[in-house]
Structures are given as structure tokens and as C-alpha cells.
């Protein structure tokens, strides 16, 4: 299966495959790593860019839905967090961004973040924080973490998918979510929708 660019589509038994071995960590010790292999984070990363492209940069859904501040790479609280509020696809979500850097697993955080955006394109939504962006996780962490467990090509993967997230959500036409602050240039909606990607 192939999509309008021409990436092969991921392999839905493989993303259950990732998704089953990230979340089964759930009754191990919290800070127990998940070993993934670099072609099933590229992957991920290919796919789930391919998806975010193909979505509004200001995204415009429904309530209810459940929104989520940083996780920065605390991974065993955003799995408790799906735990209070409901594993994908059982409840809606929209994160508002800073899925990486201080904590010690940004990895595995990021990984099940976009897995589940694979998954579930329209019910489950990432937004483009400060520390997805290079010159951030340069410093802050993720790119160690990368370069540690994995190579300096992969955290160029990732790059290349953050800076394909959009920046902004509508909820119900009433409720505007975004990582910061608005610009005092901004205006209009419009003016997000028209911000070029990637950035």
C-alpha cells in the first residue's frame, strides 16, 4: 500500500507489534526501556510526517477530547496518564507539544506518540511544542539520548518530522490550544493556517 507520496504505508501488524511492546511495560518498573530498532523508529517517523502534512496546521476538532501538557520524556507518567483517561482509541487526545528532553526516556515517549497518531489519525493529535524543534533538543537531552542509543541520523529523522507538526487546535470552534504564547502579529486564524511546512 502506498500513499500520495509514495512512502509505502506502515504495516499495521508492525505498529501493533511496537505499540504492544511499548505499552507492556506498564507492569515492569517504571524507567524499563524499550528496545525498538532503528528501521521501526524511522518508520514511525516517515509515517506519521507523511499524516501531519496532510492535516491543517491549525486543526480544527470536537469534544470531547482530552488535552495534555509536556511530557518530556517521562514516559511511565504519560503511561499512567493514558491509564486515568483511556488507552487510544477509547478517549480522544490532543497534546499541546514538549514530548522530549529532561526526562530520561524521550524515546519511548515519542515513539508511542506517533505510533498512536499512526493508529488513530483523527482521534489523536500532536502539537508542535518548543523543544521539537533542533536547536532545542540539541541541548536539552533527546539528541544524547539518540546519539547514546541509537546514531545522529535518527535524530535527524525525528527533526525532519517535528518540524512537519502543526501548531495550533480549534476545539469546538471556542477553545484555542497551542505549546506558547500568541505572537502580537497574529491577527487571525488564518494566518496560522497559512504557516508554511515544514518549518
Known amino acids: 500500500m502506498a500513499t500520495a507520496q509514495g512512502q509505502a504505508a506502515m504495516d499495521p501488524a508492525v ?29 514511525l517517523t516517515v509515517s506519521s510526517r507523511e499524516i501531519f502534512l496532510q492535516q491543517p496546521n491549525l486543526l480544527e476538532l470536537e469534544a470531547p ?18 491509564e486515568y483517561g483511556g488507552f487510544p ?3 480522544n487526545y490532543l497534546f499541546l507539544g514538549d514530548y522530549v528532553d529532561r526526562g530520561k526516556q524521550s524515546l519511548e515517549t515519542i515513539c508511542l506518540l506517533l505510533a498512536y497518531k499512526i493508529k488513530y489519525p483523527e482521534n489523536f493529535f500532536l502539537l508542535r511544542g518548543n523543544h521539537e524543534c533542533a536547536s532545542i533538543n540539541r ?11 541509537f546514531n545522529v541520523r535518527l535524530w535527524k529523522s525525528f527533526t525532519d518530522c517535528f518540524n512537519c507538526l502543526p501548531v495550533a487546535a480549534l476545539i469546538d470552534d471556542k477553545i484555542l490550544c497551542m505549546h506558547g504564547g500568541l505572537s502580537p502579529d497574529l491577527n487571525n486564524l488564518d494566518q496560522i493556517r497559512s504557516l508554511p511546512r515544514p518549518t
Open 139 to 149: 541541548i536539552y537531552g533527546f539528541y544524547d539520548e539518540c546519539k547514546r542509543r
Open 89 to 91: 482509541p477509547d478517549a
Open 15 to 43: 505498529l501493533d507489534d511496537i505499540i504492544r511492546r511499548l505499552t507492556e511495560v506498564r507492569s515492569a518498573r517504571p524507567g524499563k526501556q524499550v528496545q525498538l530498532s532503528e528501521a521501526e523508529i524511522k518508520q
Open 65 to 82: 477530547i482530552k488535552i495534555c501538557g509536556d511530557i518530556h520524556g517521562q514516559y511511565s507518567d504519560l503511561l499512567r496518564l493514558f
